[in-house]
């Protein structure tokens, strides 16, 4: 495909979600549920999958996805069966999986730490490798990072190692598989499930602070962090980027 026929298929994309192929890993619950329900209202066909087979039948359901999967994408020959089982051009691939792995240094555990890189950095690099030649000129990789590793903090070594890292592997494959884009998206705190479960009987403490402090005066929502991805995906002039949302909470003392 010559240069100008590539830049016209990608501006023939841009704007709209309409029609187009959207994956997400880590689809059932949380940013990659609502992502995936914002993208499906603006017309896309959606590819949902997660490690809970229940619950991501249940979001199916849901949306009417074109089709589910349930596997550990951290499973590299689970991860190839899906991406062989994938329509020949897709638009979007957008990974969510995976959770933080806080602990003191004295607490850290080798294999704990080598699930942690698996399910960001390695996955990161396995669905780039899978992209090229199935998602099409100026589709998007997206991947989910944060901002709460970058101030220094007890148990925040495995995290601040990993929040520098990300954005500067996207740079990176953004270069190298372009006109593919590749980005990220570093959220602070999200009102999630996921964050229900980190903080347990802290989280009520943690929004009402939150309100309080922000200069938003409100928590984060994973609807928010859904129209910053749609926004991302539709919008072809952002590539090898890690856009923040996190309502200005590093603009503020850390407490």
Do not use: C
Request: net charge negative; hydrophobic share 45%.
């Amino acid at each position: 495909m010559t240069t100008n026929a590539i830049a016209a298929t990608i501006i023939e994309h841009q704007a709209s979600l309409a029609g187009q192929t959207i994956v997400v890993i880590g689809g059932s619950a949380g940013i990659g549920l609502e992502t995936a329900r914002k993208a499906r209202a603006e017309g896309a066909d959606i590819i949902l999958t997660g490690r809970k087979a229940d619950a991501l039948h249940r979001a199916a359901d849901e949306l009417g996805a074109h089709s589910t999967a349930a596997f550990d994408a951290t499973d590299p020959a689970a991860l190839d069966r899906f991406f062989e089982g994938l329509p020949n051009v897709i638009d979007h691939v957008m990974v969510t999986a995976g959770r933080p792995y806080y602990a003191p240094l004295t607490d850290l555990n080798r294999d704990l730490a080598h699930r942690d890189f698996d399910e960001h950095q390695w996955l990161a690099i396995a669905v780039a490798q899978h992209a090229v030649g199935r998602v099409r000129p100026g589709g998007t990789l997206l991947f989910m990072g944060g901002t709460g590793g970058r101030a220094p903090g007890p148990g925040l070594s495995l995290v601040a190692a990993g929040t520098a890292a990300l954005p500067a592997l996207v740079a990176n494959l953004a270069v190298e598989i372009a006109p593919i884009r590749v980005n990220v998206i570093a959220a602070g705190f999200v009102d999630t499930s996921l964050s229900a479960s980190l903080l347990g009987d802290q989280l009520d403490a943690r929004r009402d602070q939150l309100r309080a402090t922000l200069p938003i005066r409100r928590v984060i929502g994973p609807t928010d962090v859904a129209a910053l991805a749609v926004h991302l995906m539709t919008n072809t002039a952002i590539t090898g980027a890690t856009i923040d949302i996190d309502g200005g909470q590093q603009l503020i003392a850390k407490s």
